[in-house]
Every structure is written in C-alpha cells, then in structure tokens.
C-alpha cells in the first residue's frame, strides 16, 4: 500500500474540507500515479470532490460512517472490512483525509508527498514523516513552479512497515 499527498511547509494538507492549494502540476502527478489503480479513503474526502463523485478510472474504497451506502464505489465500515477489502485488489493507494492518512500510514511502504514552498494556514495536517522512526526521503525533485507555488515531488521509503 502506498499513500499521496500534497503538504506545506508545516505538513498541513487541508481546512474547510478542502486542499489548500490549486496545483495542476501536483493533480496532474496524482493522475498519473493513481490512474488505474485503487484509491482509498475516509467519507470526508470523497464528499469534498465535485459532486462528491468517486475519481474516475479508479477503484474507489470508501471507509463511511455506518448507515452509508453508495452504488458508484466500494463502501465499507469498519479497519476491519476495509482490511479485508483491500486483500482484493494490489496497487492501493490512500488518498485521505487527515484522520485515515493518520489511521493507515504505519502500512504504507511508500508514501508520495508533493511539498508546497508556502504555509496554507492549514487546520488538518499529515504526520511529519521527517520526524517518524522507520521513515526516510528517498527520492526529491528539482523545485519546479505550479499556479505561482515553489513545489518539490518526494518520496518516502516506510522500513517498518506494519501489516493491515
């Protein structure tokens, strides 16, 4: 499993329930490495797309409150269902919000952090993986500029993976 994500400088990643920054550059990267694949993600996350529609070419996984049922994506409602859902299908990816990123990133073995040169004044923010044993920077981009935003694409090598 692996994890993507885009952070400012003090790893905020989010307020009002939405990004704190419009980055094509960043959601053009995001495409590129989750088409095809499985997203995961909590209830909020989904509800903050436009029209709270599943991303498209995807496997939509949903962890939801119960009482929650949707047609358009996989709807489960509990770590437990949503382990073994996920049993079903390689190439995962968790996509948000603060609360699951939180929840699922000790079994994350890789995690794709684009990191925004700005402070975005966030309310919710994704662990420090700078700051938690067993996590290394193990690839960082040149800086290039996305919507007037310095960003950087890096990734994170988990060597203490825990299993979901």
């Given at each position: ?25 960043d959601?053009k ?6 088409s ?20 498209k070419n ?6 939801a ?10 709807i489960?409602?509990?770590?437990e ?22 929840t699922?990133v ?20 994704y ?38």
């Open positions: 499993m692996k994890a993507i994500v885009a952070v400012d400088k003090k790893w905020g990643i989010g307020k009002n329930n939405d990004l704190l920054f419009s980055l094509p550059e959601m990267f995001f495409r590129e490495k989750t095809g694949k499985t997203v995961c993600m909590g209830y909020n996350t989904l509800l903050s797309f436009p029209g709270s529609k599943p991303l995807r496997v939509n996984i949903v962890l409150p119960d009482g929650v049922e949707r047609d358009d994506c996989i489960v409602h509990t770590l269902e949503l382990s073994n859902t996920l049993k079903n299908y390689n190439d995962v990816f968790v996509i948000g919000g603060a609360m699951f990123y939180r699922m000790p079994y994350c073995e890789e995690v794709y952090v684009t990191k925004v040169d700005a402070d975005g004044e966030a309310t919710v923010f662990p420090n993986l700078d700051e938690i044993d067993g996590f290394e920077m193990v690839y960082e981009s040149e800086p290039i500029e996305s919507n007037g935003y310095q960003i950087r694409f890096t990734t994170y090598k988990n060597n203490k993976v825990e299993k979901f």
